[in-house]
């Protein structure tokens, strides 16, 4: 069962949502966590694992699939906060040296305060390093940025697109307009926003999201998360994105399990076109790009609905969606620097330091993943057009009301990796990845589609087809450890 501490992390994810209660359905196992710091990761982790695979199980039920036990690993569910970093092909780690490029750190301004950069993406390193004036270098760039005041360089870069926060205390975030902003809004926001006819759940065969059709227009972790996670327990997922756009292949390929993907320019009139045809017939449009943009390309909920109107949209973005930086570009190391909660993970490490895990982004797709269900459930009860909505900073802000780890970590080794990573093959070679931690006791969640490079089901793209009978799970133990052929790049968390 979940602790007193997961149940009170639980109520504040779930607030608003009315979700099923079925608890006693949902079994823990407490192992111990590998995440230094005073931020609840795991329990975090737990809360929404639990909550995610609870609702699935009651939507299998419902379909008449009956009824089932869940099974959360503590430890595992908070390996999926650092997924990326236990990802391998052909037994290579995946490199995402990107994350950790030189410009992507905390440096001293003018005024004595820490300001973070993040150039993963390489336009956004350009931009960056081109109005610092200096090479990609850490002594350089420090140097350059004691020329500026904290709050002059934040301004000057945000406003060029650029993405940077400086370091701020959870305090001064509340007192910051877009912190009062978002302050009271709930870790998920589900609005109705008007009346359409219900549509009630359908017999299922074999898994509880089968004949569910997600279209999904993200990018890097947040976003693409949930619909990996919906894929895991039986949803149709069609990734979509810009083929010239920048990109992490790691990220890229370790979010596409699940899913077809597909290049799609929304510039381009046929390619818009070939979208909507995909909107007529889906359930879930997912868009994870700075807020406003795809409205620009005629992809707002409202134009939609026009043609889909019992379509569930669902928008992810760093700051929220109210306030001077609802349209503001942001990342995972960002949220954490401007809302304080770097501030308050690194307070007795004497130097700001970030959480060493993507708690905002895989927190972030986990609550969107939610957000989904409990709109899935609503619809078949009383119909209406829904919008769900989660950002990295009011995660980050849900993350600072439970900052009271005191558990020693318990290092991950390699008996943990034989333990929690799966292999599957793939077109790509064999794929090592942590597996899913939802467990689902009739209705194991896997994926028949192993990752993929973007753009792979080009030139095929569509819906289906429908799953009519049960599968066997094509992942298995790993064995790249115990054969002695993985390869570790080196640390690859945050």
Known sequence: ????????????????????QH??????????????????????????????????????ESRGLGAQQVRIDRRHAGLLFNEIAYFFQSGWQFDISAVHTAVNNFYRTRDGRRIFFNGAYQHLRDGILRYLDCPNEREAI??????????TLEDALSALGLCAAFLRSPEEWRAHPQGRAIGDTPPIELIRQGDAAPVPFTPAAARPLERLRVLDFTHVVAGPTIGKLLAEHGADVIHCRNPYLDHILGFDIDTSFGKKTAYIDLRADAD????????????????????????????????????????????????????????????EQLAQAATGLAAMHSAELGEPALIPAYFNDYGSGCL?????????????????????????????????????NAQAPVPISEDDLNHYLVDQDSPLGLLTRVAPAIQLEKTPPYVDRAGSFPGSSTLDIGWGPDAIAAHARPHRPTSIFRRGVAHMRGRQIL
């Open 368 to 404: 969107g993943a939610l957000g989904v269900l409990s709109a899935l459930l609503r619809r078949a009860q009383e119909g209406g057009r829904w919008i769900v909505r989660v950002s990295l900073a009011r995660t980050a802000m849900l993350g600072m009301r439970f900052a009271a």
């Open 272 to 331: 818009r076109a070939r979208a909507l045809d995909l909107v007529r017939d889906c359930d879930v449009f997912v868009q994870g790009f700075r807020w406003g943009s795809l409205a620009k390309r005629g992809f707002a909920p409202q134009e939609l609905w026009r043609i889909n109107p019992r379509l569930i949209y669902v928008e992810v973005n760093a700051y929220g969606f109210q306030g001077p930086w609802a349209e503001r570009r942001g990342w």
């Open 1 to 20: 069962m979940y602790s007193q501490r997961q149940k009170e992390i639980l109520a504040a994810i779930a607030q608003g949502l009315n979700l099923p």
């Open 23 to 60: 608890s006693s359905h949902i079994h823990v196992n407490q192992t111990p966590g590998y995440v230094d710091s005073p931020i609840e990761v795991h329990d975090f982790a737990v809360a929404l694992m639990g909550a995610i695979g609870a609702t699935i199980a009651s939507i299998g």
């Open 142 to 151: 420090a140097k350059s940025v004691a020329r500026f005041d904290a709050q």
